[in-house]
């Protein structure tokens, strides 16, 4: 049945489709996505299994005035952020991204827009190399986009494995989200950066994946800002961690604790081998053109933590002086408004 | 890694999370879940491919003040309603029902209720026999429930297999969510018995697996109503599909057209040889209780409709004399607000 043998979708065909109105919608998606789309409008979506590596999966809503107002970004920039930050789920896992289901619920006002969410939701798809295996279309009184990755790694990195020792690594530059909901909510106009960041995420697929191959020991994205994701990598890993939050690379006019509470970022943390941390920055800055950081590293939890079942405490370093009242374990676990389950 | 290999899921330890409200309500859906939820806390859910089955997924959203009002069911319901909705996209391929993954939408108002809803939910995964492996919650203005299923057949069943001279059979008795719809519409209470055909259904997933097992050519749930859904078999498997009316079952007070124009039935539709129908219906019936009916048969489609692209015509025949000035092609097919990509 498969005509894509590399592909985890088999049935690229598309099942003709009844009359109505809403098959019409779902006619001018697939037309949009082409070839993107494969196997569209059976009940369920064909998956093939792929030999020899783990399936994984989630989900991910993006909501709007819960996560974002349609004033701040584009039709095709809610279909860019809500792709991206789902396919950021699957590179925490070290996992390749390759079939996506997409569930629209979508208002009158929103009908005529959707086209340009197509286009977004597409050019991730594509970057991404994976496909459109479903979804749904429902009406609605807020315009949501809950999409859900299936994926697959040759090697899955939990966010539970980090050792005593380990060096921590982080993805990218912090604070460019956080900015511009702070712009946002101010009534101001957010800077360019710090608008892109938060409206044109990339999900670092390719970095996760070398990460995974090259033995990281523990991975997640920081979709809840750095201080709350690494509390629950060492909590997961029953470990402390330690970041020098002055190591942390800050975008234009970012403050450290800004950089450390910045949410809705879709970096890596990852927890790997000290002895293999040069070698893993080096080729995946050359081979992806992404940048890596040390910002820490992972210590023993104090045993009376554990007993307590207190462990998963993250220490940061570099807060007094130039940020001084920033209490590390209280104040710098705030402002998420969404999770996962 | 797999604890529990006869199922879908490895990863059956949740992670550690950190604190916090959100965290603390998915402890709370966990505590309430049990060992139905497996390997929860990660970035994505560890599925495990399973040996020569093939994988499907699907996803499904219930959108209250468009699927439903909170004055017309309780939360349980919700959760149950849901679920259930979602599973019967696997029933229709053929497929048993491995992993959910569970998204919410939550308001404020909804969120003490969240806790009968997860029950609801519960009820309808043990009885499918899978797990919970992960989710996402959100805050929003709508309460929301958009549920992944991911299962897997031995053999799957497409909706575009329908061949000349097949039987059509139909699982169960129509009309039950129509009527009460309208009730509600009407400002009325519904019957008892259209009252649980809304809000607490069934999907057919031992029938659907027996029917795939069986060797049926096509097969999918009229979740849009018989007659829509019957035309997107058609459509499919470029077909005429010839259904009498008055062979259709109806629940108490349903006239022949509210059997055939009622949504939200997640009934399988099945187009199976003549020769083995009869033994497929005694044996669904006597092993899952799942009372089937012979409703119709499939027909070769004119050719001036082949080359105009007017296959997937659906002919109902029994229509005049009690119920007059029904048009089977424009009047039958109407009254469903949701649809699947």
Known sequence: MAVCDDLFMSVPRHQAMGPGREFDTIRTLLDRWGELAVGIGDDAALLHAPQGRSVVASTDAFVEDTHFRQEWITPFETGVRATAAALSDLAAMGARADALLIAFVVPERWRSKLVDVADGIASVV??????????????????????????????????????????????????????????????????????????????????????????????????????????????????????????????????????????????????????????????????????????????????????????????????????????PAVELVKGHDHFSL
Chains 1, 2 share one sequence.
């Open 126 to 327: 594509t970057d991404a190399g994976a496909r459109i295996a479903g979804g749904n279309i429902s009406s609605g009184g807020a315009f949501s986009i809950t999409t859900t990755v299936i994926g697959s790694a040759s090697r899955v990195v939990p966010r539970s494995g980090a050792c005593v020792g380990d060096t921590l690594l982080l993805t990218g530059t912090l604070g460019g989200p956080g900015k511009a909901l702070h712009s946002w909510d101010d009534g101001r106009e957010p800077s360019e950066w710090a608008r892109e960041r938060f409206a044109r995420p990339v999900a670092r697929l390719a970095a996760g994946e070398a990460f995974a191959e090259g033995g990281a020991h523990a991975m997640l994205d920081i979709s809840d800002g750095l201080a709350a994701d690494a509390r629950h990598m060492a909590a997961a890993s029953r470990v402390r961690l330690q970041i020098v939050a002055s190591a942390v690379p800050r975008g234009p006019g970012v403050t450290i604790p800004e950089a450390l509470t910045s949410g809705e970022e879709y970096e890596l943390l990852v927890a790997v081998a000290p002895e293999s941390a040069g070698k893993l920055m080096a080729d995946i800055a050359a081979k992806y053109g992404v940048r890596c950081t040390r910002i820490g590293e992972v210590v023993a939890t104090d045993e009376n933590d554990m007993l307590a079942g207190r462990s998963g405490d993250v220490d940061v370093f570099g807060l007094t002086g130039a940020h001084p009242g920033v209490h």
